[in-house]
C-alpha cells in the first residue's frame, strides 16, 4: 500500500541540538509539505516543496530547514535556532495535477525539549 | 490570499443526534474545499472535498458537506454521530488553480457523549 511514513514517532531533543525529522512516500506525489501542530493553534505551515531540488518557507521557517534531493524524501531539520521546538510535526504531500487535491498525511512526530 | 474560520472550538454532542460543524473561508481566487479528520496522536484523514459540480459532497463515515458560494461556507453534516466520531476535524482551503498549499481552520473538537 502506499503511503507516507514518518519516523521516529518519538523524538527528544536537548537544548542547543539539531534534530531531523524523516518523511518518505512512495505515492508517486510531487508536492510535499510540513506542517506544526500546537494544541489550539491547527496546522501552521513550516516548508512546502512542489518539485525536487526547490523548497519554499511557510508561514513559521524560522529555526527549521528542508532538503528535497528525491521526490521520495523530504527531511525536516529542527535547529537550535528553534526556541520552542515542543510540537506534533506532520509530513503530507498531494499531486498537483488531476482530479485529488487532498492530502495524504504520515502519522506524526512527537517532538519534545528535555 | 486565502483564510478559514471555523466557527466553533468545541462541539459537544449526545450519540445518534445530529451534528454540524462550520466553515467559513475567504479567496480572491477559486478554492477547493476540503474536511479532513484527525483521532488523538495521529495525522489528519481526509473525509470529502468539493473541487466542483454539485455542491453536496459526501465522503466515508457518513458525512456529508455543502458547498454556499454566496455565503463562503462549508459545513460539514451528519445525521446521526457515533461514539467513533469523537475527534478533531479540520476545514480546508486550497487554490483551485495551479493547485498550490493549503490553508487550514484551527480545527473543532468533536465529542460524542454516551
Known amino acids: 500500500d502506499g503511503g507516507i511514513t514518518q519516523s521516529p514517532k518519538y523524538l527528544f531533543r536537548k537544548e542547543g541540538q539539531n534534530v531531523t525529522l524523516s518523511c518518505e512516500q512512495n505515492?508517486?506525489?510531487?508536492?510535499m509539505y510540513w506542517y506544526r501542530q500546537d494544541p489550539g493553534q491547527g496546522l501552521r505551515l513550516i516548508y512546502y516543496?512542489?518539485?525536487?531540488?526547490?523548497?519554499q518557507k511557510g508561514d513559521i521557517a524560522e529555526g527549521y530547514s528542508v532538503s528535497r534531493e528525491k521526490k521520495e524524501s523530504f527531511p525536516l531539520t529542527v535547529t537550535s535556532a528553534q526556541k520552542n521546538p515542543t510540537a506534533f510535526y506532520l509530513c503530507a504531500s498531494s499531486i498537483r495535477t488531476g482530479e485529488d487535491y487532498g492530502y495524504t498525511f504520515g502519522s506524526g512526530t512527537r517532538l519534545t525539549v528535555v | 490570499a486565502q483564510s478559514v474560520t471555523q466557527l466553533d472550538s468545541q462541539v459537544p454532542v449526545f450519540e445518534e443526534a445530529p451534528v454540524e460543524l462550520r466553515c467559513n473561508y475567504s479567496?480572491?481566487?477559486?478554492?477547493?474545499l476540503f474536511w479532513y479528520v484527525q483521532y488523538p496522536n495521529q495525522g489528519l484523514q481526509l473525509l470529502l472535498k468539493?473541487?466542483?459540480?454539485?455542491?453536496l459532497v459526501k465522503g466515508i463515515n457518513g458525512f456529508e458537506a455543502e458547498f454556499n458560494k454566496s455565503q463562503t461556507s462549508f459545513h460539514l453534516r451528519k445525521p446521526s454521530v457515533h461514539i467513533s466520531d469523537t475527534a478533531e476535524y479540520f476545514c480546508?482551503?486550497?487554490?483551485?488553480?495551479?493547485?498550490?498549499?493549503?490553508?487550514f481552520g484551527d480545527g473543532t473538537t468533536l465529542t460524542v457523549k454516551p
Open positions: 505515492l508517486n506525489h510531487d508536492a
Open positions: 480546508a482551503v486550497r487554490r483551485a488553480a495551479n493547485a498550490g498549499k493549503s490553508t
Open positions: 479567496s480572491s481566487v477559486s478554492v477547493y
Open positions: 516543496s512542489h518539485i525536487v531540488n526547490d523548497f
Open positions: 468539493y473541487l466542483s459540480g454539485s455542491t
